[in-house]
């Protein structure tokens, strides 16, 4: 697929999908015109990566943990540095937060709805 349909797939801008490539997040090949041409595959990973950014991961990081996300999974070790463990680690952490704090959000949202339609149905 060309990257016009990449981007309305994805809900992602054309330049950040060739910044994506630019950073090997993602690979595109070329036509004889020169134009992208990319798998149906990009399509999720390009969603990874967008959920991975959201996150707050760097896009250095996300490059090292991509081939950790396909299956079959393969994790490569020579890359992994202290400081990219640290950061994995405090990443993870942080998540793991975060991922508490809305389910919290959605619990409450969720206890509020049903006071309130209980308090219509009366």
């Known amino acids: 697929m060309r990257i016009g349909e990449l981007a309305e797939r994805t809900g992602t801008s054309r330049r950040l999908l060739r910044y994506y490539e630019e950073q090997g997040l993602i690979v595109a090949s070329r036509g004889a015109n020169g134009y992208r041409d ?70 409450a949202i969720a206890e509020y709805l049903d006071a309130v339609r209980e308090y219509n149905r009366v």
Do not use: H, W
């Open 38 to 107: 990319y798998d149906s595959a990009t399509v999720d990973r390009v969603i990874q990566v967008r959920g991975l950014l959201d996150a707050g991961l760097p896009t250095r990081i996300i490059k090292q943990i991509l081939p950790c996300l396909d299956k079959p999974r393969a994790i490569y070790f020579p890359d992994a540095t202290p400081e990219m463990i640290a950061t994995l680690e405090e990443e993870r952490d942080r998540m793991a937060r975060r991922a508490e704090c809305l389910l919290r959000n959605r619990d």
